[in-house]
């Protein structure tokens, strides 16, 4: 398949490997966070911990729309389609993601008429072909999948379509990293940067990160070999003591970003003042809205929202496995309380969550091992 | 919802609730055809309920489906097939042309499976309380010889063969719905494997110690619930597994695991090792056992689990399905 065969070649991955141990300075320990919760299923899902030299160690970053999302959100989204009697669209990713009373796969069983949906583009047309109904599509993501919501927006007040509405949960990436970085626990070397994102933003705005805080950034693709490669092009920068943005993913990712998902962005939506992350806390300017022009589309101006704060269990540490503190198997409820079936913390529900990738893609490679070190912790 | 998914939650409810309550005497550990013995001769024994959306699907159909899947539980439980009963559970609405066509659909997939349908009945229900029909069916036959399939017999280096490319049923269906607007030239793999079985089983039945038919839930729940009935592990070789690009592709655009996908023509089967080349040659020259290959074999570690590697050396365990297999998004 191409696009794909290349990019996990063997041969092609060795020479990449061996390019690594050959540039990683013996005896120094890298800590290299991986942003987005795409790359961290992709060297879950490849094994690529089993072909990398022990000093480069991987640190999952916050870049999974739906661990961060607070479960009060779920909540609040659910009890509008509730109280109104509207249909709930939402990604498949939410459906599993437990709310204080149940996921929405759960209120389903109980009766609330929830669709997964592809696109935004397909809860509207839920909502062209039920016009008696309302429809409340629960939007969630980073600057990926926001430009589609705010395509959708434009369509639905283009045609004027009155039984639509989005429950807005866009999140914006840079504010989260701001916010890793001014963790006092946290030390990092070096960043890959987010895929998908920055084929909508581009990669101007990392360039801080490189300058103000000296962290070398490479944007990279998903498959073995990109990750492998953008590994290759951070250790050379490191040895090299330069700090600076790089894009290993140019195939998908222009500099400058998308111009016309920007725009369309920045017609339907603004910044929030503030907004909740789960386990990051209330982060300024880290959130999308939807503009008073669109106020007849957003469920929170249309709605009455109930507003609901819920605190996490707090057996469970996803805050601190979320900034790349703890690894997943040293939460304590990892695998025992907390699994993909039963999850606990919001990491634990979406594939690209880091305890679900842990749990389904590693954990029992090493079982034994890691009973040990939660039994010393 | 999940618990009929074929993955853990369908396991926990069997093995929670079914087996304790409803199987007290069973000694045998739970497949997918029961063997029991009366006055003496050994019966292969089975049941199926079929509930798919759309009715018809490229490569098949409800009907067609409700036969091979019955025959297929048989034929891997080491049977064939001899005669079966049919339940239909129509929705108040339903297009008599759309149940013709059905059993027409079946009268053609029995002829194909060389069995009998010895009886059945008819219950309607209301509109809306079902997609359009369900069919519900049983099955007995008889023992193949020489075979002794029990997973508690599989060894490590034993080897596992796959009879042909995986995931043709379940994105056929997922395309089918329409609900993804993709658009791919394939079809549902549904088919009686009673004759791969059987050639299989003339020339190796002494090396074959397990056999199953991976349907909802794909090749990773079976081997997974292989891996705990015998407690080794089960190491697959990713780039053996044969799957049609078509199939790759949808995964790949949809986050979905291939090994998670259901087929309805293939089955799985642990071989001993001194046995596999005679196994796999039997298979490959069986008609549609072209494809089949050895994919992986049974090792010590990690115990209770399937590990998948790839050439590059990279691997990953990769567990049974929990719940259906969702697309990501973002």
Known sequence: ?377 | MAHGAGGKASRRLVEGLFAPLLYGSLQQSLGDAARVEMNGTPIAMTTDSFVVKPLRFPGGSIGELAVNGTMNDLAVGGARGHSMVVTFVLEEGLLSSILEAEVRAMSNALRRAGVAMVGGDTKVVERSKADGMYITTAAIGSPLPDLHLDARSVRPGDKILLSGPIGDHGITILLARGDLELEADLRSDTRCVLPLVEALVQEAAHGVRWMRDPTRGGVATSLNELARDCGLGISLLEEEIPMRDAVRGACELLGLDPLHIANEGQFVAVVAPDFADLALHALNNAPGGEDARVIGEVRKEPANAVLVSTRYGGSRIVDMLAGDPLPRIC
């Open chain 1, 1 to 377: 398949m191409r696009y794909v065969d290349e990019f996990r070649d063997p041969g092609l991955i060795t020479r990449a490997v061996e390019e690594i141990h050959r540039i990683a300075e013996p005896g120094r320990h890298y800590r290299i966070m991986e942003v987005c919760g795409g790359h961290t299923h992709a060297i879950y899902r490849f094994g690529l911990k089993d072909i990398l030299p022990e000093d480069i160690e991987l640190i999952h970053g916050p870049g999974c729309p739906v661990c961060v999302l607070p479960m009060g959100r779920i909540d609040d989204g659910l009890a509008l389609a509730q109280k109104n009697d509207a249909i709930f669209a939402a990604f498949g990713d939410m459906m599993r993601v437990p709310g204080t009373h149940g996921s929405p796969f759960e209120h389903k069983a109980r009766g609330t008429d929830v669709r997964i949906v592809y696109s935004p583009a397909d809860a509207l047309q839920i909502a062209r072909k039920n016009p008696e109904r309302q429809v409340i599509f629960f939007a969630i993501g980073f600057e990926t999948t926001a430009p589609s919501t705010a395509l959708t927006l434009m369509r639905a007040k283009r045609e004027g379509i009155r039984n639509f509405s989005v429950f807005c949960n866009h999140v914006t990436i840079v504010p989260a990293i701001r916010a890793i970085l001014d963790s006092p626990d946290m030390r990092l070397d070096a960043f890959i940067g987010p895929g998908h994102v920055s084929t909508v933003i581009g990669c101007r705005p990392y360039e801080w990160i490189a300058r103000a805080e000296g962290k070398p950034v490479v944007t990279s693709g998903f498959e073995p070999l990109d990750l492998l490669q953008s590994i290759v092009m951070l250790l050379r920068q490191l040895r090299a003591g330069e700090a600076k943005v790089e894009n290993q993913y140019k195939r998908v990712v222009p500099w400058e970003g998308n111009r016309a998902a920007l725009k369309a962005m920045a017609e339907v939506f603004e910044l929030r003042p503030h907004f909740e992350w789960r386990g990051l806390g209330f982060i300024s300017q880290s959130a999308l809205r939807i503009r008073k022009e669109y106020a007849d589309w957003d469920s929170e101006q249309r709605f009455d929202v109930p507003e609901t704060r819920v605190a996490d269990p707090k057996a469970a540490q996803c805050g601190e496995v979320l900034k790349g503190v703890l690894k997943p198997a040293q939460c304590k409820l990892f695998g025992k309380e907390c699994t993909p079936e039963h999850p606990i913390g919001a990491l634990m529900v979406s594939s690209e969550g880091s305890c679900a990738a842990y749990y389904n893609y590693e954990y029992r490679k090493t079982a034994s091992l890691v009973t040990e070190i939660s039994s010393v912790a």
